[in-house]
């Protein structure tokens, strides 16, 4: 009784419960429950906000005389005023919820004795409530030993500003302190603005009701899970298995079957479908993107079984997105999909948008037997990027600090998968451009293509059909593109790399291209590029029209 007493007081959040099966409606609060925990609401954003925002309210606050023995008088009365108020709301928001029979019932369920795990899960599906009091449902680190024997050791690329001189280190050892100050203050919150608590506190609510959707929609296929990664954080995760349940996991030809030579999107019939329900799509989002409003429901309309995931900060994920823990989110994620969901890797596509080009590539990178990888606006790197949105007399530090502290070179790790690839472009992207919209040259999707396909095709892209490409190709649409006797090229093309990859497998480089005279590797490069790169007339935000969302052929 008085555990249940407790937890009414400072137990969790109740946003929805069940009207129906799979059917969630918004929770019904009383008056002292919702002011308490509105007031609550706003004094922990308001300190959350305050602790992001340090390096802007000291310095007001010392221009304002604060830090005097007045000043720190007067904080110190506020801080009290502020803490009765926070004691007040918590009581209120406790009375409220032991005089709710919704939140009681509730309650009574959550603290249950129930020993088995997936019991209890499906007793607490009926409510949506604070996930970080969810128990956990996969734990990376609690994999069995000859579990995790079947996955190789996973790699990072090597640091480009490693200093080998001790001397060197030492001397610019301000500078880097700097560096990561100026990366921890301000450039992780600009990278990821999706980790800020405020705009977690903004799109709550609008996530909620797109969960709510996605499980009304599909019903028993749908399920969250929380996920610990090795480092201790955790994973909001959510997964929606279209695979048929009488029916086997069909081999990767099934799918491509569905799929013309030409990548044209699957076909809208029950059995296509069903074919494509038996691949999952791992979703990677960008920098202020959620899985219940992002990249998956293009996946999801398409028929493809799905499999969401938070960055860190994000949603209800933990922790915070740098490069260490964002990957090792990933492939916390990857591990549950193929030991619990029981995928096979050639069964898993990973899609990522924009700035989740990063761990979409770095997840194809460790674990090269993934079915494809599917990368939409994206760029090559975040320096360059960064170096055109701020003033050119912060180029050195901005350069430093992206490098030692969010190194995400998506480019690299791309050319290190040796399966199918699909990039898209936006003509009229206003993000990953350096030199605005309508300049598509700049847009540095084109940058992410062209480094892949040198390192694929290195006969084909040598230096002068490289620049030729990036000036007379790239910096138009691709739909205008004019390939003479393109048929008979890609004939050609296809029987050459065939016989490539009987001999060799399917690894890069190629030695397509070599002893082609010039205008005809010129020829092969832009019929290169048009396979690799679909052009979207649209800006960097729009979501990718599930009618888009092909499977790419190994070239």
């Known amino acids: 009784m008085l555990k249940a007493f407790l937890t009414a007081f400072l137990g969790p959040r109740l946003y929805k419960v069940s009207d129906g099966p799979k059917t969630l409606e918004p929770y019904d609060s009383n008056p002292a429950e919702y002011y308490g925990d509105s007031m609550i609401g706003v004094l922990t954003t308001s300190i959350s906000f305050t602790r992001s925002a340090w390096f802007l309210v000291l310095p007001y606050m010392y ?19 502020l803490g009765l108020v926070l004691v007040a709301s918590f009581i209120a928001r406790g009375v409220g919820r032991i005089t709710n029979p919704s939140y009681m019932l509730f309650l009574q369920h959550y603290l249950a004795e129930v020993e088995d795990h997936k ?7 009926a409510y949506s409530y604070d996930f970080s009091w969810w128990s956990v449902d996969f734990d990376v680190d609690a994999l069995p030993n000859d579990v995790k024997k079947d996955f190789k ?5 090597k640091p480009l500003t490693a200093d080998k001189s001790l001397p060197l280190r030492v001397l610019l050892l301000p500078y880097d302190l700097l560096c990561r ?10 990278i990821y603005p999706g980790s800020m608590q405020i705009l977690n506190s903004l799109v709550r609510e609008p996530c909620e009701n797109a969960r709510a959707t996605i499980f009304k929609n599909h019903g028993e296929s749908a399920e969250r899970y929380k996920l610990r990664t090795s480092h201790g954080h955790f994973v909001d995760c959510l997964v929606v298995d279209k695979r048929p349940a009488t029916r086997p996991p069909s081999s990767s030809s099934d799918l ?27 979703c990677c989002e960008g920098n202020g993107g959620f899985y219940e409003i992002g990249i998956l429901a293009t ?8 499999l969401g995931w938070n960055h860190p900060g994000f949603g209800g994920s933990t922790g915070l997105p740098w490069p260490e823990y964002d990957t090792a989110a990933v492939d916390t994620a990857y591990k549950f999909a193929r030991t619990q969901l029981g995928f096979a890797d050639e069964d898993i596509i990973i899609f990522a948008w924009s700035i989740g080009g990063f761990t979409a590539s770095w997840l194809a990178m460790n674990y ?8 939409d606006a994206s760029f090559d790197d975040l320096i360059p990027l960064a170096i055109a949105k701020m003033p050119n007399f912060l180029e050195g530090t901005i350069v430093r600090s992206i490098r030692a502290h969010m190194d995400l070179r998506v480019a690299d790790q791309v050319s290190l998968y040796n399966g199918p690839v699909q990039l898209y472009r936006r003509t009229r992207d206003e993000i990953i451009t350096t030199n605005g919209p309508r300049d598509i040259g700049s847009n540095r999707g084109n940058d992410l293509a062209l480094q892949l396909l040198r390192h694929r095709y290195p006969q084909v892209f040598d230096d002068e059909v490289a620049e030729y490409i990036k000036r007379n190709v790239l910096t138009k ?8 006797n393109e048929e008979e090229l890609s004939d050609e093309i296809g029987r050459l790399r065939d016989q490539e990859m009987t001999r060799d497998g399917a690894s890069f480089p190629s030695a397509l291209g070599s002893g082609d005279d010039l205008e005809k590797r010129k020829r092969v490069a832009m019929f290169l590029v048009e396979k690799y790169v679909i052009d979207l007339e649209d800006q960097h935000c729009t979501p990718l029209p599930p009618a888009f969302f092909v499977l790419p052929d190994l070239v």
């Not at 050791?153 to 690329?157: A, C, G, I, R, S």
């Not at 309309?301 to 799905?306: C, D, K, L, P, R």
């Not at 993934?370 to 990368?375: E, T």
């Open 477 to 484: 649409r691709l739909s205008d593109l004019n390939i003479e």
């Open 368 to 375: 090269p037997n993934v079915h494809a990888l599917v990368i």
């Open 63 to 81: 221009t304002r005389h604060y830090f005097t023995r007045e000043g720190a008088m007067y904080l110190l009365t506020l801080s009290q005023v």
């Open 119 to 125: 019991t209890k899960k499906a007793m607490l599906a």
């Open 181 to 190: 100050g100026v990366m921890h203050i301000v450039g992780r919150r600009m």
């Open 299 to 306: 996946p999801l309309t398409a028929g493809y079984s799905v």
């Open 256 to 282: 491509d079957a569905n799929l013309t030579s030409t990548g044209s999107p699957p076909s809208s019939s029950t059995s296509a479908s069903a074919v494509n329900g038996r691949k999952l799509v791992i």
């Open 153 to 157: 050791q996973t790699f990072n690329l």
